[in-house]
């Protein structure tokens, strides 16, 4: 199947710092790219949904000053988490699909916030 | 909005058990079905889907069968393996075509 990565894996920063995760479809071109959180022992919840070379849509209730989203290609997609804080502590995962083919996911980000 | 609700674990299992997850969801019109499964340190990997009322998903011995008239997508197996071990998710797909999850129910089997 298609593979999907993540970088990096886990990352551990100091409250009001900003950090950026990757996610690269490595034999594919995505149109598509979701992000996800997950808390502890909760299911994934959709974030947002970029699709290339346009503005992510971002789901209610998700502050899109906060998680900054960019696609500016067919295989990388970035989410930047703005002035980081303790409550910002999650797992982050990203999916993409071609089209509307099956969405590949990677294998998160856990995300650390001091 | 579409939502899923699946059965909590965790669930210990020994090796050659039967298994069955629970999922049931609520949805407008009529959602496609999955079951992915988050093997320990991977990310979700698509296990099986449905798209209409009465099919049946199957893969690597897991089935569900897409039960319109209970609103449900129940996972079993006949015999779970030492490997069968992750996090299974049951999930939603409508119009949108976002996927709404449950909760993830963690399976874990023993020698």
């Known amino acids: 199947g298609a593979v999907v990565s993540q970088h990096p894996s886990w990352v551990i920063c100091k409250s009001g710092t900003s950090v950026k995760i990757e996610c690269r479809s490595l034999d594919f071109q995505a149109t598509t790219m979701f992000w996800y959180r997950q808390f502890p022992k909760q299911s994934l919840m959709l974030m947002a949904t970029s699709n290339e070379g346009s503005k992510a849509t971002y789901e209610q209730g998700v502050e899109k000053d906060k998680f900054l989203i960019n696609h500016a290609s067919l295989t990388l997609s970035t989410l930047t988490v703005t002035s980081a804080h303790p409550e910002d502590s999650s797992f982050y995962i990203c999916?993409?699909?071609?089209?509307?083919?099956?969405?590949?996911f990677g294998p998160g980000t856990r995300l650390t916030v001091l | 909005g579409n939502s899923v609700t699946q059965m909590e674990g965790p669930v210990t299992l020994s090796e050659e058990a039967f298994l069955t997850i629970n999922c049931t969801y609520t949805a407008t019109g009529y959602p496609s079905l999955f079951w992915y499964v988050q093997y320990p340190g991977e990310g979700l990997q698509l296990l099986l889907k449905a798209t209409k009322a009465d099919d049946k998903g199957s893969n690597k011995g897991f089935e569900a069968t897409y039960r319109k008239e209970t609103t449900s997508f129940h996972l079993e197996k006949g015999s779970v393996q030492v490997s069968d071990s992750a996090v299974y998710f049951c999930?939603?797909?409508?119009?949108?075509?976002?996927?709404?999850f449950g909760k993830g129910t963690k399976l874990t089997v023993n020698p």
């Open positions: 999916s993409a699909r071609l089209v509307h083919n099956e969405q590949f």
């Open positions: 999930a939603t797909q409508g119009g949108s075509e976002k996927l709404v």
